[in-house]
């Protein structure tokens, strides 16, 4: 109950919007309780568990009583983990050095957000767009400055949209390839003249690179393959399938690396230590191939998918060619709201997804996202149950 | 290296301070790896492994492959647990649902600090105090309004201090009780009035009880036996013994628990899943029990160490009632400046100690750490030396 002496709220607050899927995963639950069979299509969460060596791992660590402190930039042991990875799976020489572990992606952007904004300057991202991003600018006072795009972009924020965008208060761009929502990504030219354009205008470029390693096809480099000086954020949840682990990291130009564990040992202390040493098994030659072989049957899912929503009717006008995720649009066949539209298939059908709401403004009524993190032989059921609900 | 054309940093970055204390474990790392005993007393962390009890309910949840993400609030059976805990451990009602769980006390810190305080807007709080404190309060553009507090007040923010203190942008108070560093308490008392003089004038209390299960003395109870308008914050990290677990929680009025987690999807989307598994074995009897025993264990380090340090000169003028931590005036026995005195102890006699600077300016070059998380002999071992290294 809120009195009248209650204390107010800080303004951002008002401006920082909760997951509009939440709406639907309740809904759906309520539904499941009731006893409907409920396709789960709205969680941006793999549906495989954690891979056998990395569970394995943690529950060695356990027994060796690795549940303290570790260093605010992570176990050295991980940060080497991951330089190697860098080697070996992307041919980069990446110090371990430059690479900090943090409390997931999201600490990540944490960490980059209070180094990089203050108040009043703006960050360019693409809209549609991971949400939490522009929280984070909200959190420390800056402004997310959001860029409409669309299919001539392939959903990508680009140079030429960043030199039409940027304003005197700019000082950086973000951008995910691929993106969530849409699997969209930047080829290696584009991500090149990108990194020129910000940095000719003395901004710094934020790569969200959470689903690098879960490309389906072209040539799609991290930024660091073109240079040392983004800062490139990613995360153990998607390709690893460690998402409750709460785990990522972040690659930083050398000379921010001081600054960014000073705020790091302020902002979290540490990222958790069984969940560090249980990812330094993420790399083991058996866990690779288990995620490689897991990422193919993502590219299956995505193949069927996409197909099957296009004959369905659904609009898909730039290939995803990354992530676990189809961004469709429904003007076709429905002039329904989109969110009208997800809790109509939810209640009708029992096929959960989210409404392009979650994701910014830029056409987001007429836009829904498919998740594809349930088996193939659900993705189809519920391709079927769609046919019924459209009629 | 920094070139000229890197884009500049956000002030804030310059104003966020590093632990003092690891430029003591580095170095305490460098004499231990050249073959030195060094006794540690430097770290906020218990010397006790994490009990048994929550290893193995880990260790289960890990089979059981709880290793999704949870809802932002934390899994209803934790909440639940907490609830039921207030009710056993200090007889009060608190609601599952006034209970929401967190990424360690940090992830509480940051949600508190963005749901309260607008740019420009400060927060009262004692000076010693522990430092991130203040440094959340930077990153959100607010101000950290540090309160000079000594023995008189013991080393507390109390209601005439609030007074003193309050400014026209002043729109809470912090509190620590037990206090990092100096182990003091607010009594019953104190805490309602200090709680009133806040409401009074339309602010917000916070409430750091990280500490409020370490107290060996008196009767401290939690603010929450007082009202239900303050706001809680909580650590499984030291009672709990789960430092690099990552896990707290916090308490808030229920209109407010809505906007926390909306704040806590979008800052952190969920606390680690086994963690939170795991914590529900804190609450078993027979962890309750060994962490009594823990607690009575620390009680008896600090009567000797308090004795000790008394006789060797150290003025400890203000008696620590909980926590595990003895703050020390220096300036009898040595002329030295705490830092460099923290450096010789080490450099000559192998005591790691923690400068007063870590925690404020108030008298900080004055004053030295001593946290008792090592075992009595070693404790014993470190004040002979402390006798040597004094001459």
Known sequence: MISENDPELAERVADIEPFRVVEMLTRAGELQAAGVDVIHMEAGEPDFPTAPAIVAAAKRALDEGRTRYTPAAGIPELREALSAWYRSQHGLDIPASRIMVTPGGSGALLLLSALLVNPGKGILMADPGYPCNRHFLRLVEGQAQLVPVGPVERYQLTAEKLAEHWRDNTVGALVASPSNPTGTALDNTQMRELFEACNQRGGSLIADEIYQDLVFEGDVRSILAHTDRA?????????????????????????????????????????????????????????????????????????????????????????????????????????????????????????????????????????VRFAFTTSLPRIEQAVHRLGLFLG
Chains 1, 2 share one sequence.
């Open 231 to 367: 800062l490139v954020m990613n995360s153990f949840s998607k390709y690893f399938g460690m998402t409750g682990w709460r785990l990522g990291w972040l690659v930083a130009p050398q000379h921010l690396v001081q600054e960014l564990e000073k705020l790091a040992q302020n902002l979290f202390i540490s990222s958790s230590a069984p969940s560090q040493y249980a990812a330094l098994a993420a790399f083991e030659p058996a866990t690779q191939a288990l995620l490689a072989a897991r990422k193919k049957e993502f590219g299956t899912r995505r193949t069927y998918l996409l197909q099957a929503l296009r004959s369905l009717g659904f609009k898909v006008d730039a290939q995803p060619v990354g992530a676990f995720y189809i961004y469709a649009n429904i003007r076709g066949i429905s002039q329904l709201d989109a969110r009208e539209f997800c809790l109509r298939l939810l209640e009708e059908q029992g096929v959960a997804i989210t409404p392009g709401a979650d994701f910014g403004d830029h056409l987001a009524s007429e836009h």
